[in-house]
């Protein structure tokens, strides 16, 4: 399968009230990936919403990425993104088995990506780009860097950090194939704006 298009992940707090419902204009719009992310404890909690969101992305034929959790993700039998502290790859790969979609958080550190290649990562994730306000603090990266990880990486780059349709296209212009986004796509007023959002991502993207 090849990984190009929106890469939706969710917000627990943006999306109080509306969770199932933005999700599924988002997937409506044509979502490659979307990840699930939760950073609460709420272990029953997490469980329900995951598995809500397996079965609707198996409607909507769409990968299904828990965050930090591989656990999680092997229960379901769907995919995991792991951060640099969130345990690491080759065991991850062991339990999900080799069809398993595994990203890998790479920050702003070409090393980190080459070894997150080594380790059997499904793509690579670089950022952040712009202002976040999911993730303020997270580390930035450059365009430059997209551009060398383009030429020594054979492996799907992913672009995420303060991702809106207004700044997009330079990440594609310099090589991104994915574009995660929480805010500038779950930040939308209504469901209808989402599902045009979701759209206009991929159509940055070439993908209709
Ligand atoms: C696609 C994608 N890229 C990067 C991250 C960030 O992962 P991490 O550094 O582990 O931070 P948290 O998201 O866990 O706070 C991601 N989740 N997804
Ligand atoms: C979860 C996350 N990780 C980042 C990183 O740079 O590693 S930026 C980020 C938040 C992405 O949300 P938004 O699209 O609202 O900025
Ligand atoms: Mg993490």
Redesign the pocket.
Known sequence: MKLRGLYA?TDSQLLAGKFLSYVEAALEGGVVLLQY?DKSSDEARRLREAEALRDLCERYKTQLIINDDAELAARLNVGVHLGQTDGPLTPARALLGRQAIIGS?C?AQLELAEQAAKEGASYV?F??FFN????PG??TCSLDLLDQARSKLHLPICA????TLDNAAPLVAHGVDLL?????LFGAESTAEVTRRARAFNELLSIK
Do not use: E, L, Q
């Open positions: 992940i992310r958080t920050h994730a950022g952040r976040s306000n999911t993730k997270a580390p995420i950090g303060g991702i995660a986004v929480v805010h500038g």
